[in-house]
């Protein structure tokens, strides 16, 4: 038999089952019996299917590789210089960073000197009796040191680039990361290993606000 004609009676084969089982009723024991062997039908017409389709979908398969492997091959030069582009655009976002702490860290520890003089002057002033300038005196240096420094990073935003932080995370103890926080779930809930559990303590635990039934 040639593969058209194969393939027609395959699909007739296929439409007549569906045809059976719409209208099979299983009321009895015979009729039970005759689902059973039924089902054994179907199994086989399942197993004609997909023998027939086996060649097909290993060659389609197999073509699929090639054409991936060639698509591959063309890709890769240029997915790697990509990624050559965005470790220097990240590498030169990182120094301008390093750049902007640095001159926070140096605008800032200038503050503070600048305060702490101010905070002697006041001290000065308070122990020639001048308490009302030393407070004013006091209270700038105060002032100064609490202004929030904050540089300009000088990287201007480009269209087609975008950055990131990222988080390393090290998690010391699993059991005292939360489920929930603000709403926002960190826990998930993995069913297969809860249904491992239950089968293997017979059903005999029940979870808290939940339940758990056999099929």
């Known amino acids: 038999m040639d593969e058209e004609n194969q393939l027609v009676e ?36 399942q197993k004609r299917i997909k023998e027939y389709w086996q060649e097909p979908i290993k060659n389609a398969y197999e073509t699929h590789k090639k054409l991936k492997a060639k698509e591959n091959e063309m890709l890769e030069p240029l997915q790697n210089s ?16 390093q750049l902007k702490r640095e ?11 600048q305060a702490l003089e101010q905070l002697q002057e006041a001290e000065r002033l308070r122990a020639e009796g001048n308490e009302v300038e030393a407070q004013i005196v006091e209270e700038n240096a105060i002032a100064m040191n609490q202004v929030e420094v904050n540089v300009d990073s000088g990287i201007e935003k480009v269209e087609g680039l975008s950055f990131r932080k990222d988080y390393e995370i090290l998690v010391v103890d699993a059991t005292k990361v939360p489920a929930y926080i603000n709403g926002t779930e960190l826990r ?13 303590t017979n059903n005999g635990v029940q979870i808290p606000r939940n339940t758990s039934k056999r099929n």
């Open 10 to 45: 395959i699909r007739n084969e296929s439409n007549d089952i569906i045809n059976i089982a719409n209208s099979m009723n299983i009321t009895n024991q015979e009729n039970l019996e005759q689902a059973a062997g039924f089902l054994k039908t179907i199994k086989d017409t």
């Open 188 to 200: 998930k809930i993995d069913l297969a290993q809860i249904k491992r559990f239950v089968k293997m």
């Open 82 to 97: 990509e990624k050559i582009i965005k470790n220097k655009v990240a590498d030169y976002n990182l120094y301008m960073e």
């Open 103 to 113: 001159e926070e860290q140096r605008i800032k520890a200038e503050q503070e000197r």
